[in-house]
């Protein structure tokens, strides 16, 4: 289930990135286009090395979940995938909490300026037993593209 779910959530990321690329190409503006580039190329420089990236990300999910009184039980490595010349990095991280400010943790990593998105989210309820409380927790699935 989890391989589908990477393999889904690659392929959307690609069909959008796509898209993004066709749309440049009509925009026609060469000074607009130019300034574009720029900035996505400065993107990827900035975005490129696989530790930076994942410490940015550590470091913001760990400030909302300390900001929403979350708890983050796993923040485990990339799994790396090469598609069409691209380079896709998918973090997988799970956390706990009440269900709003868990919502409040999703829509903070959608705000965060180009460091990638967040393409999967899913909630289970786990702790029924008898002795102990029913907890709610989200696993998210994060990826970002990197050129070769």
Not at 17 to 24: C, L, N
Not at 74 to 95: H, Q, R
């Amino acid at each position: 289930m989890t391989a589908l779910t990477y393999l889904l959530a690659i392929r959307r990321t690609l069909d959008i990135r796509k898209s993004v690329g066709k749309m440049e190409a009509v925009a026609g503006n060469e000074n607009e286009m130019r300034s574009l580039h720029a900035k996505l190329t400065a993107l990827g420089n900035r975005w490129n090395g696989a530790d930076d990236q994942g410490e940015f990300l550590l470091e913001n999910v760990s400030n909302l979940c300390q900001q929403k009184k979350l708890r983050l039980h796993s923040f485990p490595n990339p799994e790396w995938a090469s598609v069409s010349g691209l380079k896709v990095a998918t973090y997988k991280f799970e956390v706990e909490g009440e269900y709003r400010n868990l919502l409040e943790l999703l829509f903070g990593l959608e705000r965060l300026p180009g460091s990638g998105k967040v393409v999967s989210a899913a909630f289970a309820v786990s702790g029924k037993q008898y002795h102990q409380e029913p907890r709610l927790g989200l696993t998210v699935f994060w990826q970002n593209i990197q050129q070769r």
